[in-house]
């Protein structure tokens, strides 16, 4: 699991990489280990934007501006 913006952009650069060996190779190896690197960056970016939306959302709660 991704945990901290640091791990993040080491998980990007390491997705470029096994993107550059696939396209390189076309092997089957490191088709997986670029989709593997997609899928745990694609979590996070997915992560990310839903709490950020929810931030920017307020609750369903029927206050308007603390009033009724």
């Known amino acids: ?3 901290s913006w640091k791990e993040f952009f080491t998980a990007v650069e390491q997705m470029r990489e096994c993107q550059k060996e696939y396209k390189r190779t076309q092997s089957l190896s ?3 280990a670029a ?3 997609e899928s745990a960056v694609d ?3 997915k992560q990310k ?3 950020w ?3 920017s959302q307020p609750e369903l709660t029927g206050v308007k501006d603390g009033t009724n």
């Open 43 to 45: 979590a996070v970016i």
């Open 1 to 3: 699991m991704i945990a």
């Open 30 to 32: 490191a088709g997986y």
């Open 35 to 37: 989709q593997k690197c």
């Open 53 to 55: 939306a929810q931030q």
């Open 49 to 51: 934007r839903a709490e």
